[in-house]
């Protein structure tokens, strides 16, 4: 198969060279060749041809059950990540989940941060400021692709998913809260599949039943899945770069109550026998394991493809209540012959 682009939604500012920086600016469109190491305005397309491009690249053949058509998964970044990282990550994440089957398109959502985590504050303010934009510059272009009027062609049939990465998980949340603000656009009738969370940079508690902040994400969704690690020690109250907030939910997991959408995969067992120097990864091993590990790919694969429930996914073991993720699993040998429809018996 040949290199394929990738295709990111960049909210930086620029400088005089055209070089983005660590400041939110206008919204910029992005196909990237396979060769490049980073990216600049120079990569820039229109919005119209990107969203061409994007659904083009994601199209695929009419699942017969569902009627989908395909899968796009925009990947949201975490506070320090520097322009070679979020690409190195937006691609790994195509390349690991396309090995374990999974047949759709990652596209990164890259907003300012630095790569200083010194800038943890300035970020996160960055990141509320920029939240918008992940409905306005990604959500809105692929909703006006699903309603597209009378006179705008056939309904795209694509399924939309989200992942987040540390307080990528918090612009998530942020975004379908400001995304009921928008009264005309809150009003149509769109979903997003699933939303994941991996090191999720939000307070357990912000996710349970009844939280206001949560409440416009979870009217919107079908699936969240949040993989948390007790092993992950920058969500730790111990590092004081994060001013102790409460515990978060990419390191002690979700509440107690959560309704029923909500689920949580406990990644903390496997993570503690991983060896770094045997690992791919960009950033702190312990909260950026997940990106290249392709246990955690195949679970989401797995997930984003919603084909097996969320307690029969078999790279996941049952602890009670509990969700655990373990290694040494495969696909059902049979699955890709599970789709098959006969008229009479044979």
Known sequence: MPARNTFLICTRDTDTNDEFTTEPGQTTFLKVPAGKTTYSRAESITAERWKKAVIAAADGEEDEITGSTGDIVFFVHGYNNAIPTVLWRTRTLQDTLAAQGWKGLVVGFDWPSDNSTLNYLEDRMD???VSLRLVDNALQLLVDAQF???AGGPPCTINVHLLGHSTGAYVIMEAFAQAAKKGDFFKKNWRIGQVAF???DVSSRSLAAG????APMYGRIFRLTNYSNRLDKVL???????LGTAPRAGRVGLPD????????VDCSDYFSGKNPAQSDFVGTFNHSWHI???????DLAMTLEGAIDRHAIPTRRRDGERLILVAGQSRPQFQDGWDEDRDVPQ
Request: hydrophobic content about 35%.
């Open 127 to 129: 990141a509320s400021s």
């Open 148 to 150: 597209p009027g009378e």
């Open 198 to 200: 991996i090191g999720g």
């Open 211 to 214: 939280s206001d902040w949560a």
């Open 236 to 242: 730790g109250v111990s590092n004081m770069k994060r």
């Open 257 to 264: 109550s959560v309704p029923t959408k909500a689920v949580n």
């Open 292 to 298: 290249g590990d392709p246990v955690f790919a195949l």
